[in-house]
């Protein structure tokens, strides 16, 4: 005996909304060579870097989140959490939020939001691990933007609980390196415009 199973439409909406930087942009991708080095270390296989020579502009350039189109962009998982923690902010439950907004990549392949702007080479000196400290070189976007393609159920946030969200996360959240929820003051961003 066959039972019919009736399914209830989902309210499923696309919006595309622009935003803009309101603080610098600092991106850093773990690189294919840190990645490797990285795994060959907790394997016990890495050799001394002692004598390896670090090239300033390789490091900024390998830092870079590149779509397969060859355009830099941010990761839309990062774009993602912030609106969740926005979210939280302009009090909705994290979780609604989690299973019913989405940020659709501009690249689907590498997963990427594009990021509209210049990047320039920074140079900062950076705290790791037990005291001992390191110099990063990272792609710095002073001024940048970006159009998120959000794909939301509408009957359980509405399109200016979106809005709401994106502007707190964008204020008080960020993305990237040295973000406000980070303890720092970069990544922030707020509505460009608002769609019809």
């Known amino acids: 005996m066959k039972t019919k199973i009736e399914l209830k439409n989902l309210k499923i909406r696309v919006v595309k909304v622009p935003i803009i930087g309101t603080s610098p942009l600092l991106i850093h991708k ?5 990645t490797l080095e990285m795994e060959a270390k907790q394997q016990g296989k890495s050799k001394s870097s002692k004598h390896n020579i670090r090239v300033p502009k390789d490091e900024y350039q390998a830092a870079k989140h590149i779509s397969s189109e060859g355009w830099e962009g941010f990761p839309s998982g990062g774009f993602k959490k912030c609106l969740i923690r ?6 909705l ?6 299973t019913s907004v ?4 501009d690249c689907i392949k590498t997963n990427l939001i594009r990021i509209y ?13 037990m005291g001992s400290a390191d110099v990063r070189y990272r792609p710095e976007y002073l001024e940048w933007s ?42 922030r961003f707020t509505l460009a415009d608002m769609p019809d």
């Open 93 to 98: 439950v994290m979780k609604d939020v989690q």
């Open 146 to 187: 970006a159009e998120l393609t959000i794909s939301f159920n509408e009957g359980v946030v509405s399109l200016d609980q979106i809005f709401q969200m994106i502007y707190a996360g964008g204020y008080g959240t960020g993305i990237g390196d040295w973000r406000p929820e980070k303890s720092g003051n970069f990544g």
């Open 117 to 129: 702007g210049e990047s320039q080479l920074r140079t900062d000196m950076v705290r790791i691990g």
């Open 30 to 34: 773990f690189s294919a060579k840190a």
């Open 102 to 105: 989405f940020i659709e990549p």
């Open 86 to 91: 926005g979210a939280k902010a302009v009090g």
